[in-house]
Each structure stands twice: as structure tokens, then as C-alpha cells.
């Protein structure tokens, strides 16, 4: 009963080091996120996947690349992570073809840029 | 300005209070509301839908004003077990390529 995954769950960085974000989910959903959460900031999308081979941006898309790899994975891509980009990232996924809005989340990636 | 604007609080009350949350979003088009609760350190999980007409699910109520471009949530006789952070979504376009926008959340802390 896994859900989605989210893999690291826990990552330092130095500045200028780049890393991949894995997210996986087995619920068969057509719809993929990634946010990122700061104190008193709350969840902002920073790119999000429609269906299986669309990206699109969000909120706060600069410095980030994503790549929905196949219907089950949606990775994040930091090329050259600065402290700005210290948050907390989560992923999620959501149920096809219903106007529930439901998101399924990730435990979520803690990510520290020194 | 935010899409999607919560008062942070935090909100303290006593248990067995009742106590009201409000959002406002800014973009007319939106389709479709929601309510995510999240617990210390821990993801968002979905507490309720918010539908036109207003629902209600146990001791939990909200409300949608499409006029005024707000949403509630009002918990009834509280629980300290209802301490969390409280999330408004608003989602745009149609239900498969939709953008889901949190706002920054309202904390609540019930207190004995």
C-alpha cells in the first residue's frame, strides 16, 4: 500500500551541487505535482504533469527541471542548488477523471543548500 | 497578491470552541475548493471538498461565497485533536490538467 515515494527524504547540498528528486506513485493517476513548502510561505507548485508526457509550470518554476519520466515517476531536478532552494518538496498525485481534488502526498523530501 | 490568501493565525482556543477560518482567491475562474488539514512535520491530507450550495461533514462545515470570492470552514465543539495546520486549495481549469493553489495555511491549537 505504498502510494507515492518520494525519495530522498533527507538531503544537504552544497551550493552549486545539483540532485534528482524521485517521486513514484502506484495508484495509476494521470496527474503529478511538485511543491515546495517554507515557513509561512505554505505549498507552492512548482511544476506540475497533466498526464504522461506534459510538464507544465507553476508558481515558482525558476531554477528547477522536471521530467515525467513515464506514467508511475515525476522527478525534480535541482542543476545548481543555491540556499533559496533549502524547503521542504513534496509530491503528489491525483485521481483521473474526477472533480474530487484529492491529492495524495509524498512524506516529503527535507532539502538543506548551504 | 496571492492567489489564494489564509490568516496565518495561529488561532487558540479552548476545546469545545467553535471557530471559523476564511480564504479568498483571487482568480474568478476557479472551478473547485477544498479543505487539506496538515499535521506537524507531516504531508497535507484532504479533509473536505467545498461545494456551492455548502456541506457539512460531522462537526466540520464550509462554506463557498462565489460572489465575494471567499471560502469558510467552521469547526464545531473542537477537539484538541483538531490542533493542525489548515489548508485552503483552489483549483483552476478542468478536472484532469487543473493547477491546485494552496494558500499558506491557518494554524489551529485547541488547548485543554
Known amino acids: 500500500n505504498a502510494g507515492v515515494t518520494q525519495t530522498p527524504k533527507f538531503q544537504v547540498l552544497k551550493t552549486g551541487q545539483s540532485m534528482t528528486l524521485q517521486c513514484a506513485q502506484d495508484m495509476n493517476h494521470n496527474s503529478m505535482y511538485w511543491y515546495r513548502q517554507d515557513p509561512g510561505m505554505g505549498l507552492r507548485l512548482i511544476y506540475y504533469?497533466?498526464?504522461?508526457?506534459?510538464?507544465d509550470k507553476g508558481e515558482v518554476p525558476n531554477g528547477y527541471n522536471v521530467s515525467r519520466l513515464n506514467k508511475r515517476e515525476f522527478s525534480l531536478r535541482l542543476e545548481s542548488a543555491a540556499p533559496s532552494q533549502t524547503s521542504v518538496y513534496f509530491c503528489?498525485?491525483?485521481?483521473?477523471?474526477?472533480?474530487?481534488?484529492?491529492?495524495?502526498f509524498g512524506e516529503g523530501s527535507r532539502l538543506t543548500v548551504l | 497578491r496571492k492567489e489564494v490568501e489564509q490568516d496565518p493565525g495561529p488561532f487558540n482556543v479552548p476545546e469545545g470552541a467553535t471557530v471559523a477560518f476564511n480564504c479568498t482567491y483571487s482568480?474568478?475562474?476557479?472551478?473547485?475548493f477544498f479543505w487539506y488539514r496538515q499535521d506537524c512535520r507531516k504531508e497535507p491530507k484532504l479533509l473536505m471538498s467545498?461545494?456551492?450550495s455548502g456541506n457539512e461533514d460531522g462537526r466540520f462545515t464550509a462554506q463557498l461565497n462565489r460572489a465575494s470570492q471567499y471560502i469558510s470552514l467552521l469547526i464545531r465543539d473542537s477537539k484538541l485533536s483538531d490542533s493542525a495546520t489548515y489548508l485552503c486549495v483552489v483549483k483552476h481549469g478542468s478536472s484532469n490538467t487543473g493547477k491546485l493553489i494552496f494558500g499558506q495555511g491557518t494554524t489551529l491549537q485547541v488547548k485543554p
Open positions: 503528489a498525485s491525483r485521481q483521473p477523471n474526477t472533480n474530487t481534488g484529492e491529492l495524495f
Open positions: 467545498v461545494y456551492s
Open positions: 482568480n474568478s475562474a476557479s472551478q473547485s
Open positions: 504533469s497533466a498526464s504522461e508526457g506534459t510538464t
